[in-house]
């Protein structure tokens, strides 16, 4: 994603993790080799090419993409705002058996998207940028518990 548009809130943290909040006009092409990718449309209306389909996504929806995954955001609202929290696939690496990967397909609709677990992601996602935005050994403690909680969340509730 063009980081021209990006507001990061910290470049990385201790655990590997970045996010930012991307003002989305018009086509935004990304693809991260290494990274997991959480996204969640803070405002507007972003259509979301991927795999092979468009997702309409609104406020609250979120989507994860696995690495080496393309996908392209595109809205035409001035508005329009994606939260992006991205991190190392070594981040699992600690838990998950020697050679083993994770790989996620999620993409939330009007159905899932205010389940609890859509509100827990989207709850520690927010405690890591908050954490991100003011560094301080309390902040980087906080976002390493979010994260780890976080990494918890995804293996046990997003079928890896």
């Not at 943290?13 to 997991?36: M, Q």
């Not at 080496?68 to 998950?96: G, K, M, N, W």
């Not at 405690?127 to 990494?151: C, E, V, Y």
Request: net charge neutral; aromatic share 12%.
């Amino acid at each position: 994603m063009d980081t021209s548009k990006a507001y990061t809130f910290r470049p990385s943290s201790p655990d590997g993790f970045r996010c930012c909040a991307l003002k989305i006009s018009g086509y935004d092409y990304s693809w991260d080799e290494g990274r997991f990718r959480i996204m969640i449309v803070l405002n507007g209306n972003i259509d979301l090419s991927f795999h092979r389909n468009v997702y309409h996504l609104e406020k609250d929806d979120i989507v994860i993409t696995n690495p080496c995954e393309t996908h392209a955001a595109f809205s035409t609202d001035p508005d329009a705002v994606l939260f992006c929290l991205s991190f190392a696939r070594q981040a699992f690496r600690e838990i998950l058996p020697q050679g083993m990967k994770c790989h996620f397909n999620f993409i939330s609709d009007g159905s899932t998207k205010n389940d609890t677990v859509c509100r827990q992601l989207r709850y520690l996602c927010a405690q890591m940028a908050d954490a991100a935005a003011s560094p301080s050994p309390m902040s980087d403690m906080t976002a390493r518990g979010a994260f780890d909680l976080l990494k918890v969340l995804l293996l046990t509730k997003f079928y890896p």
